[in-house]
């Protein structure tokens, strides 16, 4: 094989997505010898290798196809298609990868009393995300400053450079701690995976349709649960009644025990012990949640 049959995924070198992201890739079945700079990795199992770089270089880097896949967050993503993105090649979210989930809000200094967008006429707003906040600011007519920051945007109302901001919130502990509210929301953020609107037409697109594959089967068991339980026949239709969401579930007969039923559902999502304690309530015992490791239908 030629070295660039091999497809190339970018992701963020050292972040909140890093770790996710590599344990994602593991479950798909992508292993990586760690090289030493840790720039790239190379790929063992499969022919796919990482580079790993700073997240705001990852959609430029599959615009120039130097990658064929990126994991970033959507306000990267969308960031790049307002600024350097413009006339580029068009890049697409091919998958939202349920991770390092946050908003991107505007935020106002907590004694600031804000009832709307239009209480930001004629404000400073400092970000790191010109290009969604200006699109954001036109949809509602409101002119304001844009003041473009590399980062610590939340100290800028502090220092008097701007009046409010517009960044990332995760845990909202950055803006507590710098006396900021958040007031209004322009994008909800998780990881994706990013890569060019169309998949190439070779060995490489063949590639990217495996790993698009595995990847959906990754991610609809990692929410799945198995849940098992024992019912009596009498209260089996008060117990599915309360079942989570997912297909029918399985019944099976329980060995000398003719009014015993042994029941076995797949759940689409996470099981609660407040789920499991209503289950209880109408009939069920002998309840178990497992996870689900593989799945194929
Ligand atoms: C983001 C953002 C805030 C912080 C918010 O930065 O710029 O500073 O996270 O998170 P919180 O609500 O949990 O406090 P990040 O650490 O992701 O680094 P970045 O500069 O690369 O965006
Ligand atoms: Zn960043």
């Not at 958040?182 to 953020?189: H, I, K, N, T």
């Amino acid at each position: 094989m030629k070295a660039r049959d091999r497809l190339r995924i970018a992701m963020q070198k050292s972040g909140r997505l890093t770790e996710p992201a590599l344990e994602l890739l593991n479950r798909c079945g992508l292993t990586f010898r760690q090289s030493r700079d840790k720039l790239f990795c190379f790929g063992e199992g499969e022919p796919v290798d990482l580079l790993l770089v700073r997240d705001d270089d990852i959609p430029g880097l599959i615009a120039q196809g130097v990658c064929d896949l990126g994991i970033v967050g959507r306000n990267v993503l969308d960031e790049y298609r307002f600024t350097a993105g413009m006339g580029g090649p068009a890049l697409a979210e091919w998958r939202p990868l349920g991770f390092g989930r946050c908003r991107l809000s505007v935020a106002v200094p907590q004694e600031v009393d804000y009832r709307d967008a239009s209480q930001l006429q004629g404000m400073r707003i400092a970000t790191s995300y010109p290009g969604l906040l200006g699109e954001w600011l036109r949809e509602r007519g409101v002119d304001a400053g844009v003041v473009t920051l590399a980062g610590s945007v939340e100290i800028a109302p502090r220092l008097g450079t701007a009046d409010a901001i517009c960044d990332l919130v995760q845990s909202g502990g950055t803006l507590v701690a710098n006396q900021l509210r958040e007031v209004d929301v322009l994008l909800e953020s998780e990881a994706v995976l990013a890569g060019p609107q169309a998949l190439p037409s070779d060995e490489r697109g063949d590639m990217i349709d495996l790993l698009l594959k595995r990847l959906d089967g990754v991610i609809q068991v990692r929410e799945s649960r198995l849940l098992l339980l024992q019912t009596s026949r009498g209260a089996l239709d008060a117990v599915i009644r309360l079942l989570p969401g997912g297909p029918q579930p399985t019944l099976l007969p329980v060995a000398g025990q003719p009014d015993q039923l042994m029941l076995q559902a797949l759940c689409a999502g996470e099981v609660s012990w407040r789920q499991l304690e209503e289950i209880k309530k109408a009939g069920a015992r002998e309840m178990f949640v497992l996870p689900v490791e593989k799945m194929l239908a």
